[in-house]
């Protein structure tokens, strides 16, 4: 986690080059996978730890790390609310007006995508920080087969093996080895995920 945490911490320059976010953005986002992992008490820890770096990256250049940002603090929050209510709330207060503005934001400089995008994700983020509320995705992988997201973990958790499965789809078809006649959906792949993560913390 040091190593990823050396990447997102290093400041962009005022012409920092695209792939420059894109490499920050890929670690955080990895740092927070591995920070779903962490015991509450730890999740409140590196929260306060990180508050004032979460501050400076959601004013960066690239909708995209503001997201992840946004993300980290809240897989965070949620797991400091569980350790320590009270202490957490206080250490969020401070950053509610700038994810208010984001999940607001109008800017004609930003495309039409980014900032549907960013206001979406800033106002599901609010919803847990600001008001409170639980974060829940309903998944239909079929007419039978659904999936519950029940909190910020378990999303990112979600969207990282989304993406897994779909390199693991892509190689699928571009190696003859890989081929499998059973077909597995992200579902599976989280539960397999899961589980291992209840071992490993169990140990």
Known sequence: MNSLQKVFMMKAGPNAPEDFFALQTASISSWTLLSTLLPSSRGLDSLEAHL??????????????????????????????????????DLVEVLIPRLQELSK???????????????SSFRDILKTIE????????????KRETLEITSWSMKKQYDH?????????????????????????????LTIFLVKSKLSTAK
């Open 131 to 142: 008001d409170g509320d639980e974060y829940y995705e309903k998944v239909a992988f079929s």
């Open 161 to 189: 093996i989304c993406k897994v499965h779909s390199i693991w789809k892509s190689e699928k078809k571009s190696h003859s080895t890989l081929r499998a006649k059973r077909t597995f959906s992200p579902k599976m792949f």
């Open 52 to 89: 004032d770096l979460f501050e400076s990256l959601l004013e960066a250049g690239s909708v995209d790390l503001r997201i992840a940002t946004g993300e980290a603090l809240a897989v965070l929050y949620e797991a400091g609310y569980e350790a320590d209510e009270e202490a957490v709330t």
């Open 105 to 119: 934001d109008s800017h004609k400089y930003r495309s039409k995508k980014d900032r549907k995008e960013q206001k």
